[in-house]
């Protein structure tokens, strides 16, 4: 037996705990590895499917965008046609009134139902305004029994008319029940009679006592376009009741099939639904420019 030192062997239990905790170590930075990649592709994923739907949403609103202007557009391309064929209809109807009978279109305000090029349907109205109560040149007594007919109270009526002359005539002191500038005042508005003729209808808005009922039901049977007495055979009822209850003389008028004033609507329906009025005031006869007829108003009327 050999004296001497003993020698130990090596350790292996230290440098194998270390093996074992490095190898361990890296199994875990694996593992924390993976589960970042698998975090990583989980978030792309969600950007790829909000993107997608963000897509989708664009894309979406993008074609009812396109829809709805091509709606649009199509509706405006039905307007302005419906548009078209009224016009053209209502110079038709002047070109008809100015032939002689028994080919011209006789202003007798019966509706005509009129078929048009493309399955167009349309309504024309002739209606001479020779029948009707020019409110620039009626008396008070005229004025008070239309209004009066109309279902106006006879003290109302009595002032409404004599506003009506104080509005379109140029005295400064009101008459008689009437209305100047200090009744308007009064009223509290800020404007008065302007003393001259009225250049509208809807110009009778603005005179004290008059109401939107009122005028609405005084429009059908009045007209700044006719120059004299109504013609009484061609007068609404309530005109002719005027007359009679205010003792004004019945005189003869001119044929009404030849009035020299004309009041034409002419009304379209397109297949598609669109629709569109026009209306218009006509003077017929030569005019300044030589021509046969001259338009006085040109609109399109409330519905």
Same mark, same amino acid.
């Given at each position: ?45 969600? *950007?790829?499917?909000?993107? *997608? ?5 664009? +894309?979406?609103? $993008? ?12 509706? =405006? ?19 008809? =009134? ?48 239309? =209004? ?41 508005? +800020? ?15 603005? $005179? ?41 003389? =019945? ?53």
């Amino acid at each position: 037996m050999r004296d001497g030192p003993i020698r130990d062997g090596p350790i292996r239990d230290g440098p194998q705990r270390d093996g074992q905790g490095r190898n361990g170590q890296g199994r875990n930075g694996q593992g924390r590895r993976q589960g970042v990649g698998r975090v990583d592709r989980g978030f792309a994923l969600l *950007i790829v499917l909000w993107s *997608i739907a963000l897509l989708a949403l664009v +894309g979406a609103h $993008v074609t009812g965008t396109g829809r709805t202007e091509a709606q649009l557009a199509g509706n =405006l391309r039905s307007a302005a046609r419906a548009e078209a064929a009224a016009d053209g209809l209502l110079y038709e109807a002047i070109f008809h =009134l100015l032939l002689p009978a028994p080919g011209g279109w006789p202003a007798d305000g019966i509706p005509r139902e009129i078929a048009l090029p493309g399955r167009i349907g349309a309504t024309l109205l002739i209606e001479s305004e020779q029948g009707k109560l020019n409110p620039n040149l009626a008396t008070a007594g005229q004025l008070q029994a239309l =209004l009066q007919g109309l279902g106006l109270a006879p003290r109302p009526a009595m002032a409404l008319a004599a506003a009506i002359l104080d509005w379109r005539t140029a005295a400064r002191t009101a008459r008689p029940n009437g209305a100047k500038e200090a009744e308007y005042r009064a009223a509290g508005l +800020g404007y008065a009679p302007p003393g001259r003729p009225f250049e509208s209808l809807d110009e009778m808005q603005l $005179v004290l006592g008059m109401t939107p009922e009122l005028l609405a039901r005084l429009k059908p049977v009045l007209s700044i376009y006719q120059d004299g007495e109504p013609d009484l055979r061609i007068a609404p009822a309530a005109v002719i009741q005027a007359m009679q209850d205010s003792g004004a003389e =019945l005189e003869a008028a001119p044929d009404p099939g030849t009035a020299p004033t004309v009041l034409i609507t002419a009304a379209v329906r397109l297949p598609d639904g669109a629709a569109f009025t026009r209306q218009a005031h006509v003077r017929l006869g030569p005019g300044a420019q030589g021509r046969a007829w001259r338009i006085l108003t040109w609109q399109t009327p409330e519905e």
